[in-house]
């Protein structure tokens, strides 16, 4: 199978991605002939009407970026890579009303996310024996089983149990996906506790603040507890981070959290005044008057 496929003469490299055809926001400017960051200025304007691993993907790890071919990211936020499916693409393009958008819409669909030579996706098998309100059932009930485990966060999980329910029942429930809260903003941004103690260093003009001193104003507040191979979320964590599997190169494995940026003044105003001490005595230097007998 060809990996270019030629749409109002423009060759289209194949990007395929979680099983499916997407694009890029590049290769929608060219093949629709528009300005290059037309597709981008329009993504940006209704990305609050998009949902995100449904209509876009949103990459950011330069080796998944090079597995799928992608030479460059596309402008934005450095490294940063915006895919579009077949169904964000048709909702995307609805402002490009001219003749030319509507004979280039069809080829598109038809030619680049529906081509017949293109390898069917592989479906997630229907639990066999049930009906579809067993199905639904049984999701509530695995999703009832994990809403209380320290770390999950419940708009994500309701996500996840809506996806299941689509793929388990064959009905659309992208409109009740809709209907869920944005993510907010503080928790958009994962950091660890090397990352948390470079802000707080910035912020108040300390000398370097290690991950270990931040763990434990984390765990002297309650918000994470020692287990044999790190740190777990406590209930109180649960505010400030979630926790998830982790599997490094190395096929190291275990829990990792990730806290949001509001936990970033809560150890700051709770770092113990001696770490700032033990940086400036560190600073003098040595053999000076203060080591000089009277």
Known sequence: MSNIVKIND?????IVYQGQRVATLAQIDEVHARPEGTARRTFNEHKHRL???????????????????????????????????EQGYTMLVKPFTDDLAWQVQRQVVTGYFRAKEMAAPSKPARIRGRTALEQVKLINFVGDAIKNVPGIRLGRLAAAKLKAFSEQTG??????????????????????PTQI????????????????????????????RKVEDGYVLTEAGTKYGEIHDYKAENDHSGLQIDWYESVVNVVRDNLPAETTKRKTSSRAAPGGPQGSAA
């Open 197 to 224: 103690g470079q802000r707080i260093a910035e912020q108040t003009g300390r000398g370097k603040i290690s991950p270990q001193a931040v763990n434990k104003v984390l765990l002297a507040l309650g918000l994470q």
């Open 10 to 14: 423009t060759d289209l490299q194949v």
């Open 51 to 85: 949902v995100e691993g449904e209509d876009y993907f949103e990459l950011d790890q330069p080796d998944v970026i090079r597995t799928l071919g992608i030479e460059r990211p596309q402008g934005g936020t450095p490294g940063k890579v915006i895919l579009i499916s």
């Open 171 to 192: 009905l659309d429930f992208s409109d009740f996906r809709r209907a869920l809260p944005a993510l907010p903003l503080d928790q958009m941004v994962h950091l660890n």
